[in-house]
């Protein structure tokens, strides 16, 4: 039996066993049953309201990611290579990355309002000082080795050096950092949305517990789990897969 229909099978049973549960024991307004959920889904998709929701969740994520990805990166790099760096704004970006996101919130609020900005900064924030120490430990992880033959051959010490011999070097650790801000991403954007004003699954979240539509909250849920699987599956997980053979480095990493 392959993975795939393991999976199929196993979710087919989770459901049979959600729908049971909830006529045997009849948990009510507290959870809402397989068919419920179905039902919200389809009256969202149909009102178009799950829909721009999710579509705009979406632009703010992977605005949000792009901009952690490339600030992250440059961090890492920068903590890699200068000790004073490392030692003084490396060991603040270890401090801030034991911080919620959310956290900063209230201060995103009070610095350029409930919009969409504010959401974008706090989702930004989420992902970035992941990034940053992946990248840092993944650059200072490369064998000494690869850098002197690199510049035995001519490569020099600037931005050649960086792009051809030390990112591949260093691509499982940055891969994984990647994998990891997404999550933290989703977090993040969520979190935002949920007090932020404007269209997205936060606020949708937020309306449904207003309106203590148990359906609604956890088809949002759904979405958000299957939109990020798909994504690290599909996306994430194969790029990784397809790099690691480019650079020879599949045999040491399965």
């Known amino acids: 039996?392959?993975?795939?229909?393991?999976?199929?099978?196993?979710?087919?049973?989770?459901?049979?066993?959600?729908?049971?549960?909830?006529?045997?024991?009849?948990?009510?307004?507290?959870?809402?049953?397989?068919?419920?959920?179905?039902?919200?889904?389809?009256?969202?998709?149909?009102?178009?309201?799950?829909?721009?929701?999710?579509?705009?969740?979406?632009?703010?994520?992977?605005?949000?990611?792009?901009?952690?990805?490339?600030?992250?990166?440059?961090?890492?790099?920068?903590?890699?290579?200068?000790?004073?760096?490392?030692?003084?704004?490396?060991?603040?970006?270890?401090?801030?990355?034991?911080?919620?996101?959310?956290?900063?919130?209230?201060?995103?609020?009070?610095?350029?309002?409930?919009?969409?900005?504010?959401?974008?900064?706090?989702?930004?924030?989420?992902?970035?000082?992941?990034?940053?120490?992946?990248?840092?430990?993944?650059?200072?992880n490369i064998p000494p080795l690869y850098i002197k033959a690199a510049q035995t051959m001519g490569t020099g010490d600037g931005m050649r050096m960086f792009v051809q011999v030390m990112v591949p070097a260093a691509f499982p650790h940055m891969m994984t950092g990647v994998r990891v801000a997404w999550a933290f991403a989703w977090r993040a954007l969520v979190a935002g949305e949920l007090i932020a004003k404007g269209v997205g699954l936060g606020q949708l979240l937020q309306d449904g517990r207003n309106l203590a539509d148990t359906a609604l909250m956890l088809s949002i849920v759904i979405i958000i789990a299957v939109l990020g699987t798909l994504s690290d599956h599909f996306c994430f997980k194969r790029l990784e897969d397809k790099l690691l053979v480019r650079y020879g480095l599949a045999g040491n990493y399965k």
């Open 1 to 140: 039996m392959n993975t795939a229909l393991r999976r199929g099978l196993f979710l087919i049973l989770l459901l049979i066993a959600w729908e049971a549960g909830f006529r045997i024991f009849d948990w009510g307004w507290k959870f809402p049953s397989f068919t419920q959920t179905l039902q919200a889904f389809y009256d969202g998709f149909v009102h178009g309201q799950l829909l721009e929701a999710t579509l705009e969740s979406l632009r703010r994520l992977l605005l949000s990611f792009l901009l952690s990805i490339v600030i992250g990166t440059t961090l890492g790099f920068l903590f890699a290579r200068y000790r004073l760096l490392d030692d003084t704004i490396g060991f603040l970006v270890v401090a801030l990355q034991t911080i919620p996101s959310i956290a900063w919130l209230p201060f995103a609020i009070i610095w350029f309002g409930m919009n969409d900005f504010s959401v974008i900064f706090i989702t930004t924030l989420g992902a970035t000082w992941t990034m940053a120490m992946s990248s840092r430990t993944g650059i200072k």
